[in-house]
């Protein structure tokens, strides 16, 4: 390859993993400026993520001032193939061009490079391998960017410095590292850790936003790329000035957050921690807070997974119904997100906490207790007799043995499989005191994912695909995992910092309670329950408008709230489940619809344009999860060549079926050639490693730095080309 002067300071790397043998070791070809110190930090850092008994280097051969040969080392019996990949990433990342500050105001160089010296690592950014949860969370970002998006929305009355404001939270993201992380793929994924991140805070005049609930979906639609510092932005929406200007108008803040870094503890901690900075004008002291995520991984790795294991296999048993399905071919009509909301008054929810609390139970329990029996009537498994119903219930994974767990902000929520068997000639209260029992023992290894406790469970569905399922849905089923196919989640209230809200109070504002927004996620329909600030109980749905009707996903929450209302008035010690039961038979159970046709999660193929000759080949990029598809439009419009463009949505654990689909696509004997961006590099090595293990050549791969500038695409473009011609 050659370079090209219209694309000064950018580097492009071209990888053939088709010449690995013993006595030919394989190239990259780097074309664009590299300082040889940088390729050295690189190779340190891969050693420090890579530890293993190879010690063989690659090598630079330098063959000019803008052109580069590495040698990859040899693979041996003992090591595993060199990581050229993750190396080809590194290189061409901002670093490797000397780039301090992106756009999204992250660095590595400047105040990291003294930090990572400290740590070994070069100008790098310090990296650690995501935790089973993470990895879950994140192979659903692949083919679903705006799942897992959280949000806090709350009411600000009063004066709102916007630069006050903005500074408070560059005064947190500098204290807090999980709001200076993001995500690598190596090809599994791997937490980085920048030094600086730049919050991303916007305000909206009054009048600039039609409606409130529209802009709340277009922030979770809009996702994160995952590859970016800053899973955490803020919106300000002013709502209109007060009559006569006596006082302040209120505006309405919005936090959006990925819940593969953060949960809902996590952000009402971090949002203490901001009132803390704008009490303080804006600058929290001291320097960054430990324990962090980086504690919490360490603590994790030394956990002895066997007590675990032996819990889950013991807890496995008859497998739960189903909920019941529509006749093939049906359709909801509809796509998207449906939510409804309903509310125990104070009073409401403070008698069915009483209630609960007779037989040694909570209100948790409670609301667990109603939908076991909904499941119960939904799938129809019981025929009037005992039978399991599943659902999975969140739990805060901040009940371990960690000091200062309860402070540390992370992604720690873990929603784990439940399984209870609903016997109508049984009572309510036993019901009740089954499900507390139930979750006090999972509690004890709330640490576990999802995806871990169904391979343990033994769900056949999930040992076929690897048991990383536990978030995701990836694998393309019906529910979340196996048999559980709905979630609760009961939000726990954060007790406020004390002194905090008469300290805000003396500053002329008053603040309301933050009000979570319930994420979309794998489940077809998940009820999130928390207390609002006049102690009422608020139930929302979140259900997928294309598994379920509207009507009936409402139907169940309305079920729900009403028995949840009802039942501390009318049922006692010998009250039985079959009682509750016929209350529920006149309501028409809901029936889960097919995943729509050409949903992704059954290709992680999506074509962006045709060849424009016969036989020119495929080009194919390859995405990392979260990636905006923005620089894909750039690059199809600025591409000259002949072949097809198609790109590839993959993750660690998907990219073998990425790559059975790309045989697939460009046939026996078809041309292929991998490309992408920085970060991309890892997973279209795997890909192509996949593809020759199934007995084809494996194609070249080219990657490129940078990835949202026209400028980039025409680099990209002008490295593709130059590739398919080889």
């Not at 536990?470 to 989640?489: A, I, K, M, P, R």
Request: proline share 8%; aromatic share 6%; glycine share 10%.
């Amino acid at each position: 390859m050659t370079s090209d002067r219209s694309f000064a300071g950018s580097v492009t790397v071209l990888l053939d993993p088709g010449h690995r043998t013993r006595h030919s070791p394989a190239a990259l070809e780097l074309s664009g400026p590299l300082e040889p110190s940088v390729f050295e930090a690189a190779l340190d850092h891969i050693a420090a993520d890579h530890p293993g008994p190879g010690t063989a280097r690659p090598q630079l051969l330098r063959h000019g001032p803008a052109r580069h040969i590495v040698e990859l080392p040899a693979p041996d019996a003992e090591s595993a193939p060199y990581p050229a990949g993750r190396l080809a990433d590194l290189l061409t990342s901002a670093t490797a061009v000397g780039v301090c500050q992106g756009s999204r105001g992250h660095s590595w160089f400047g105040r990291s490079a003294v930090r990572a010296r400290r740590h070994e690592r070069g100008p790098f950014p310090v990296t650690l391998p995501a935790t089973p949860l993470q990895r879950e969370l994140l192979a659903e970002a692949g083919t679903a960017p705006d799942r897992q998006i959280g949000q806090l929305a709350w009411r600000w009355h009063g004066p709102l410095d916007t630069d006050r404001f903005t500074a408070a939270w560059q005064s947190v993201f500098d204290r807090e590292s999980v709001l200076r992380a993001a995500f690598s793929w190596d090809p599994q994924p791997r937490v980085v850790l920048f030094d600086h991140c730049t919050p991303e805070v916007v305000r909206h005049p009054h009048g600039s936003v039609d409606d409130r609930d529209t802009f709340m979906a277009g922030e979770r639609h809009r996702g994160f790329d995952l590859r970016r510092p800053g899973l955490l932005r803020a919106a300000l929406l002013d709502s209109a000035p007060q009559s006569g200007h006596t006082q302040d108008p209120a505006t309405d803040v919005l936090l959006t957050y990925h819940q593969a870094l953060l949960d809902s503890w996590s952000v009402r901690l971090l949002l203490n921690e901001f009132y803390r900075a704008y009490l303080a004008g804006g600058a929290l002291p001291g320097g960054e807070r430990r324990p962090d995520l980086r504690d919490y991984t360490r603590w994790l790795d030394h956990q002895d997974t066997g007590p675990a294991r032996d819990f889950w296999s013991r807890y496995g048993g008859h497998a739960p119904g189903e909920l019941r399905r529509a006749r093939t071919g049906a359709a909801t009509g509809h796509d998207g997100t449906g939510r409804s909301r309903v509310r125990l008054t104070g009073g409401e929810a403070a008698h069915l906490a009483e209630w609960a609390a007779r037989w040694g139970a909570t209100a948790s329990s409670a609301l667990q207790a109603v939908w076991a029996m909904l499941l119960y009537q939904a799938t129809g498994a019981g025929d009037g007799g005992p039978a399991p119903v599943g659902f999975a219930l969140t739990f805060s994974g901040r009940g371990i043995l960690l000091d200062g767990i309860e402070r540390i902000p992370g992604p720690f929520d873990n929603p784990l499989p439940v399984s209870v068997e609903v016997d109508p000639a049984g009572t309510l209260p036993r019901l009740l005191r089954e499900l507390r029992d139930r979750a006090l023992d999972i509690s004890a290894y709330e640490w576990v994912s999802a995806g871990q406790a169904h391979a343990w469970l033994g769900d056949p569905a999930d040992t076929e695909h690897g048991g990383h399922t536990g978030h995701t849905g990836h694998t393309g089923h019906t529910g979340h995992t196996g048999h559980t196919e709905t979630l609760l989640v009961f939000e726990h209230t954060l007790r406020p910092v004390e002194g905090l809200s008469a300290q805000i109070a003396a500053q002329g504002i008053r603040v309301e309670p933050p009000d979570p927004v319930g994420a979309i996620s794998a489940f077809p329909i998940g009820v999130v329950a928390h207390h609002d600030q006049r102690g009422g109980l608020v139930l929302t749905s979140v259900h997928d408008r294309a598994r379920l009707e509207d009507d009936k996903a409402e139907a169940m929450l309305a079920v729900s709230a009403r028995l949840l209302r009802e039942l501390p008035y009318t049922a006692g010690e010998s009250t039985k489940v079959a009682d509750v039961l016929e209350s529920l038979s006149g309501i028409e159970v809901p029936r889960m619809h097919e995943h729509p046709a050409g949903d992704r999660s059954r290709s992680p193929l999506v074509p962006l344009r045709p060849a424009r000759a016969r036989d020119a080949g495929t080009i194919c990029l390859v995405d990392p999860p979260g990636a905006p598809d923005t620089c894909h439009r750039l690059l199809v419009r600025c591409f000259r060549g002949p072949q097809a463009l198609t790109s590839v949505l993959a993750t660690g654990d998907t990219v073998a079926r990425a790559a059975t689909a790309l045989r697939e696509l460009v046939g026996p004997g078809g041309h292929l050639v991998l490309g992408g961006y920085s970060g991309a590099g890892a997973l279209a090595c795997e890909i192509a490693r996949h593809i020759e293990a199934a007995g084809d050549d494996p194609p070249l791969v080219v990657l490129a730095s940078g990835g949202g500038t026209d400028t980039d695409a025409r680099h990209l473009a002008h490295a593709l080309t130059a590739a398919a011609r080889r």
